[in-house]
């Protein structure tokens, strides 16, 4: 009997909720669990395998992935934690809802996602170059190349969303070891929230088809008075 490729190893062993995680976190269009734990598996498997084939993504990135999320045992995951430091972003008045400043908001960001970890062997950097691209926040592990993308667009600044999709992919090839993006959609005025502004709104749609990568969004409630 032929034995299992690596990737079929790797899977395996994963519990549900395990193989649930990848397909989230790579987006994978397949059919979702439907009672047959050994099927929906094959599902994934093949998924990763026809990127991995196709030079979509990498083995490593599924590795990264299963050892972020399912093999380490920290209180909270990496992910996690920034996940929630952004949903719980709240701005000061220096942000300046009505004349939101990028700068200022990723510099709170900063602020709240180096709180996050302080106490962990990671980096917070703000603006860190990879040869002509410049990122806005990017938290790295100081001893594996593990890293995380935080990039913020500010919804009412239109002319440039439509350049989102194609940053995020560039950034996604020049960063060594990428985990997991986060875009980060700041809405100062309601009539810039997805649901009242079409632009914004596929915009988001575009970026939340990219491998590994999620959105969050600031809405006007989440600056301080």
Do not use: C
Not at 45 to 69: C, F, P, W
């Amino acid at each position: 009997m032929p034995r299992a490729g690596p990737l079929k190893q790797l899977l395996t062993p994963l519990t549900l909720d395990e193989l649930r995680y990848l397909r989230r976190e790579f987006n994978l269009d397949i059919s979702s669990y439907d009672g047959d734990k050994t099927g929906f598996r094959d599902r994934v498997h093949d998924a990763l395998k026809y990127r991995i084939d196709n030079g979509q993504m990498t083995y490593q990135q599924v590795m990264e992935s299963y050892r972020d999320e399912v093999v380490t045992n920290e209180s909270k995951q990496v992910t996690t934690r920034i996940r929630e430091t952004l949903n719980n972003l709240e701005l000061s008045e220096g942000a300046n809802r009505k004349e939101a400043n990028e700068m200022w908001i990723t510099s709170e960001a900063w602020q709240a996602l180096r709180m996050a970890f302080q106490d962990e062997p990671y980096t917070v950097i703000q603006e860190e170059t990879f040869g002509r691209r410049r990122v806005d926040l990017l938290v790295t592990h100081d001893h594996d190349a593990r890293n995380y993308l935080i990039e913020f667009k500010l919804a009412n600044r239109t002319g440039s969303l439509s350049r989102t999709y194609s940053q995020l992919r560039e950034y996604q090839r020049a960063i060594e070891g990428l985990s997991r993006s986060w875009l980060v959609v700041v809405a100062p005025e309601e009539r810039y929230l997805p649901e009242q502004k079409e632009r914004v709104a596929n915009m988001i749609e575009d970026v939340r088809q990219l491998d590994a990568t999620e959105v969050i969004i600031v809405r006007p409630e989440d600056f301080r008075a």
